[in-house]
């Protein structure tokens, strides 16, 4: 067990709708990274918050948006949502940034219909 | 579930055997390296880290090896155990076009240990 909490573990939704993806880091941990995986991709960064706030950004479409909060906990939003959103999306906490070893949950499963 | 691409390349090595998983970085700028596990169905299991100032990192049963001159990481798994079996990734934080840092992945490699 990594530390990493995220909900929920699987999701099944129709082309068009939104969706909410939750994450607690670590106990302590102050960054909070999203990663997408899909089959054709591999493990995509998709964006980083630091203390409540955006530090790096991959490659995240705009339909897609995050937030960390001041208890550090950290939502993904996924709207408009295609068949090609269709994919496990990981969250990762480390205590700091990169340099600190970066752990991850177990993933959020997601089906669009 | 799958949780990794459909082509990835397999290695697929004897129970007891030592394993060495081979990773071509792309960034010369790239100071940290991480190698992560990949179960079926789970989330990255870290394994192992080196920074660039270092050739060689040494765990419990596992070796990384940087070699900076030809952007090359590897990951040596000494008497390879079923239990090892799983998708490994290397990856390397690398610069976005924001010019913040980020980790980035690697395609993996699918290691299979044959009793």
């Known amino acids: ?113 | 579930g799958e949780s990794v691409g459909l082509h990835l390349p397999t290695l697929s090595v004897q129970e007891g055997d030592n394993s060495i998983i081979n990773c071509a970085y792309s960034n010369s700028a790239s100071d940290y390296f991480i190698w992560y596990k990949q179960e079926s169905g789970k989330g990255p299991q870290f394994i192992i880290d080196i920074r660039s100032n270092m050739d060689k990192r040494q765990g419990q049963r596992v070796t990384v090896l940087l070699n900076k001159t030809v952007k090359h990481l590897s990951l040596q798994i000494a008497a390879t155990q079923p239990g090892d079996s799983a998708v490994y990734f290397c990856a390397e934080n690398s610069h976005m076009d924001t010019g913040r840092r980020a980790l980035t992945f690697g395609s993996g490699t699918r290691l299979q240990v044959q009793p």
Do not use: M
């Open chain 1, 1 to 113: 067990d990594s530390g990493v909490t995220q909900t929920p573990k699987h999701l099944i939704t129709a082309t068009g709708q939104r969706v909410t993806l939750r994450c607690s880091p670590r106990s302590g941990d102050l960054s909070v990274y999203w990663y997408q995986q899909s089959l054709d991709q591999g493990l995509q960064f998709l964006i980083q918050y630091y203390n409540g706030e955006e530090r790096a950004k991959g490659n995240i479409l705009e339909r897609f948006s995050a937030q960390q909060f001041p208890d550090l906990h950290s939502e993904l939003n996924l709207s408009s949502l295609e068949l090609g959103d269709s994919a496990l999306y990981f969250c990762a906490s480390s205590a700091v940034g990169l340099g600190n070893t970066i752990y991850f949950g177990e993933g959020s499963w997601l089906t669009v219909v």
